[in-house]
């Protein structure tokens, strides 16, 4: 299912709306990328989308995903995955116990050691469900924090900006590995970067705000 955004514009409670209306469809399997200049609102637009906006701003349009208006529903019924700078895992659990939080609940016993052993073996981080977060290298924290959002079977993702931390190797390869996960699981995802790079990689549309 695609992402459909019409007419998407966020507004300050004292002022003018940070960019002009945004219209888009996000194809499944596909990634758009927002580009534009620091303080524009890119940050702010993905934080109405998946329903964080900060108090004091207001979004108008739509945003329609599974037939829903996402700005219609509390943040934990859209089922919106959120890819960060920084790939924060809780720093109390244990790598394992981090995937694992983002299964549902109904999943328990044999069936969610399994789902997170598979998941980490994808991630080439097998055998590292008892590690400590704080050992993980920034590529090894990336991927897991990708494969925990995976979990949760979001029906979008948003990234902002979460290659922007990562050297140039190790960056074309965790973004080759986050967009080959976008495309194998079929759902649309929107990114935002000040990386032409970036853009370039993840062959979707682009828009400037």
């Given at each position: ?20 209306p ?37 979004v108008?349009?739509?945003?329609v ?21 920084d ?123």
């Amino acid at each position: 299912m695609s992402l459909n955004l019409t007419q998407i514009a966020v507004t300050p409670k004292a002022g003018r709306p940070l960019f002009a209306p945004l219209t888009l469809v996000i194809s499944p399997g596909q990634v758009a990328t927002v580009m534009g200049p620091s303080g524009i609102g890119k940050s702010t637009l993905l934080d109405a989308i998946g329903g964080h906006l900060a108090q004091g701003f207001s979004v108008s349009g739509q945003a329609v995903l599974n037939g829903q208006d996402l700005l219609t529903l509390p943040a934990e019924a859209r089922r919106v995955g959120v890819l960060f700078q920084d790939a924060l895992l809780f720093p109390h659990l244990s790598v394992g116990d981090n995937l694992a939080f983002g299964l549902a609940q109904s999943v328990t016993g044999r069936a969610r050691k399994e789902a997170v052993d598979q998941a980490l073996e994808q991630a080439g981080l097998a055998g590292f469900a008892a590690r400590d977060p704080a050992t993980l290298s920034g590529g090894q924290r990336a991927r897991a924090a990708l494969m925990r959002a995976l979990l949760a079977k979001p029906l979008a993702l948003l990234l902002d900006e979460p290659f922007s931390r990562l050297d140039a190797d190790l960056r074309a390869e965790i973004r080759r590995f986050v967009f080959d996960h976008v495309r194998a699981q079929n759902i649309p995802a929107l990114m935002v970067t000040h990386d032409a790079s970036d853009a370039d990689a993840a062959g979707g549309p682009v828009v400037t705000l």
